[in-house]
């Protein structure tokens, strides 16, 4: 008998596993429905801020990229924090061209891979109703399906972190070393994608101690610890080791990015960010949060009843992925968000699709062996179904909900309208015309640039005037109030981006003079921001520019 067949043996006849093949049809439309949702409205809305500083990093060369990452992901790119290697795969689908489309096509490519390796974790784990099930959950979870959409590397994480925890339980279940290597490969690739990576290498470090613990207690006759610890740790700390070795030459980067923090100190708000997490992760409603918690204790339950590795897996995977990760984000950088925690939804998803699968399977058995029950003539399959749709369904009405709010959701985050902002100046602008910027002009040249090449820019980091100053377009963001005599100057609001035109040609001193008059109103308008910040920045720089 086959060794995962034997660690499935089934105790309440839920964890069976019968050939993948008998499953392909349904995969075949999970799949195609997942690549539809993903791909659907891929171009729109315009690139928000995370996602054009991503970009802005993919476009640069990847050799850069790898040789010195500082400076072009950090420095020249505004700030894109995550790892040297985590942008090749939107550079090389930028090298076809520019398209908020292209941008985002490997994270809906990575997020359609996620749903397919979901299925091999469920079926492993807990057998393939479960697999099937929790398939079609990630296929429709709104909250993955947004970063499936996104121009970062959350949808890559999501599908390292999967297959990371897919080839250690098949490692240490199956005993073999071409499973160590893909558990090696995954954790490598996926560190290098994200660095919450390493918040599922702790998970799975923690299991492992836990399954070592059990081995110890159980083995009779006692004696041969080392050798047993060797053998069930030794295989998953070389992995980590190899993996450690490989990032040495990036340390300098993660070193570099940890070491500072947006906005911070921020105070740790553990049951506060957890809370939120699993809302966001999940659902804002009370009533379908309980459903959530009360079939992911069930599928616990069943996970263990069908093994204690398994079982073991998935508890440390759903219980600490979220605390591990706000912790860890707190100590490491104290900048914490809500989808930092996306690697820890697949185990809430296999535990929720284990809830329901058991649900349905001892309701209908519940119905059909009872002599009163008007279900007892029935078979009980299509009892089962109809409990699996009935516990399933409030979870997919929510979703399909937040489905159509992820538009504007993602406009209403910071240069949410950046598109439309620059769609506006370019249709409008004369040539020759200058945008002086803040944001910095390479968030502006993103949309501007690959349509018109005659306009010149100022901003923080720019240091040379253009020839002549014809029109001038000013770019505010975040600029919470507006001076009281711009409501004359004919401004345009983009959600966080005002944009003001001055017409009229100007000698260079004149100018820079109506320059440093529009900025210092709008600073004393917004005292003590990061706008005014900026703007005292660019004041400073504009004396010099005429020597």
């Known amino acids: ?66 040789v010195n990452p500082i400076k072009t992901l950090r420095e020249d790119s505004l700030g894109a924090a995550d790892p040297v290697l985590s942008a090749i795969p939107f550079s090389l689908a930028l090298k076809l061209g520019f398209s908020n489309y292209l941008a985002r096509f490997p994270a809906a490519l990575f997020g359609i891979l996620s749903v397919a390796i979901l299925y091999r974790l469920g079926r492993a784990l807990l057998g393939n109703l479960v697999g099937l099930l929790a398939t079609f959950l990630l296929c429709t979870s709104s909250f993955h399906l947004l970063y499936s959409q996104e121009a970062r590397s959350y949808s890559q994480l999501t599908f390292f972190t999967i297959g990371s925890f897919l080839f250690l339980y098949r490692a240490i279940t199956g005993h073999k070393w071409i499973d160590w290597l893909f558990y090696t490969l995954f954790i490598a690739a996926g560190i ?20 070592t613990l059990q081995k110890l207690l159980q083995q009779r006759p006692k004696g041969g610890a080392i ?49 939120s997490s699993i809302q966001a992760l999940t659902s804002q409603t009370f009533l379908v949060l309980l459903i959530y918690l009360f079939l992911c204790v069930v599928g616990v339950g069943l996970a263990i009843s069908c093994s204690f590795k398994s079982g073991a897996l998935l508890a440390c995977w759903l219980t600490l992925s979220i605390p591990v990760t706000i912790i860890g984000l707190w100590f490491v950088s104290q900048f914490f968000h809500q989808r930092h925690t996306i ?31 008007s279900f007892s003539k029935l078979p009980s399959q299509p009892i089962q179904f ?136 709008i600073a004393h308008a917004n005292p003590d921001s990061p706008l005014a910040e900026k703007i005292e920045i660019i004041m400073a720089g504009l004396p010099q520019l005429l020597h």
């Open 192 to 211: 290098s994608s994200h660095y919450d990576m390493a918040f599922a290498i702790v998970i799975q470090g923690i299991f492992l101690a836990l399954f």
């Open 343 to 373: 690697w820890g939804l697949p185990g809430i998803l296999v535990a929720t699709a284990g809830g329901i699968i058991t649900l349905g399977h001892f309701t209908s058995r519940i119905l059909t062996k009872s002599k009163c029950s």
């Open 1 to 66: 008998m086959p060794v995962e067949t034997k660690l499935l043996k089934p105790k309440i006849g839920l964890c069976n596993r019968y050939p993948i093949k008998k499953d392909y049809p349904i995969l075949l439309i999970l799949i195609l429905l997942a690549t539809f949702l993903r791909f659907n409205g891929l171009n729109k809305p315009g690139l928000w801020q995370d996602e054009a500083v991503y970009t802005i990093a993919a476009q640069k060369p990847i050799s850069d990229q790898i």
């Open 386 to 521: 109809g409990v699996i749709i009935l516990l399933a369904a409030p979870i997919l009405l929510v979703n399909l909900s937040q489905m159509q709010q992820i538009p504007g959701l993602k406009q209403s985050w910071p240069l949410g309208r950046l598109q439309e902002a620059t769609s506006y100046i370019t249709a409008q602008a004369q040539p020759n015309e200058t945008v002086i910027g803040i944001p910095n002009a390479q968030y502006l040249q993103l949309y501007i640039q690959p349509v018109r090449q005659d306009l010149f820019y100022l901003d923080i980091k720019q240091h040379i005037l253009p020839p002549r100053f014809e029109g001038r377009w000013y770019v505010f963001y975040g600029a919470e109030d507006i001076p009281p005599r711009w409501d004359q100057l004919g401004i345009e609001k983009f959600q966080d981006i005002l944009v003001l035109y001055r017409p009229n040609p100007c000698k260079i001193a004149d100018c820079l003079s109506e320059a440093n008059t529009l900025l210092s109103e």
């Open 227 to 275: 050798k047993t610890l060797l053998k069930s740790c030794g295989p998953f700390l070389l992995s980590v080791t190899i993996v450690f070795l490989l990032r040495l030459p990036w340390l300098k980067d993660f070193f570099y990015w940890s070491a500072r923090t947006l906005g911070g100190p921020y105070q740790l708000d553990l049951t506060g960010s957890f809370i």
